[in-house]
């Protein structure tokens, strides 16, 4: 009488099954790693640049209105070149000042804000 051996392990195909799903498993986890880490670093600009115009926009604050002027500045945090503008506008008492930031980083971006003064 033959006796059946019982062999424990897996099998190739078993094995080849396992590998294909834990590479396609470790390829999505990839594909999210970058777009959070993409999506960060444009939320970490777009601080920079809020903080920059809110910056510009308090100094421009403590400036007397007759005297209030447009102009520009280029400012470089890391490796990343920020580009303000204010812009004033003058109508009977009031002034209008729109300070905007623009920076390109994985493409052209822009923030804007405007206030109004009166003397």
């Known amino acids: 009488m033959k006796t059946k051996t019982k062999e ?3 099998t190739m195909i ?7 799903i834990l ?5 999505a986890i990839s594909s ?7 999506s960060t670093s444009m939320g970490k600009e777009t601080t920079t640049a809020t903080t920059l ?3 510009k926009m308090e100094s421009l604050k403590h400036i007397p209105v007759t005297s209030l002027a447009g102009g520009n500045d280029t400012i470089t945090l890391g490796n990343v070149a920020y580009v303000r503008q204010w812009n004033i506008a003058s109508s009977a008492n009031t002034r209008s000042i729109t300070v905007t930031v623009n920076w390109n980083s994985r493409g052209a971006h822009n923030l804007s804000t405007s206030t109004l003064r009166g003397e």
């Open 14 to 20: 078993e094995l080849l099954t396992a590998l294909f």
């Open 53 to 55: 115009m809110q910056d």
């Open 32 to 38: 999210m790693v970058y777009s959070v880490m993409n």
């Open 8 to 10: 424990s392990g897996f």
């Open 23 to 27: 590479s396609v498993v470790l390829l």
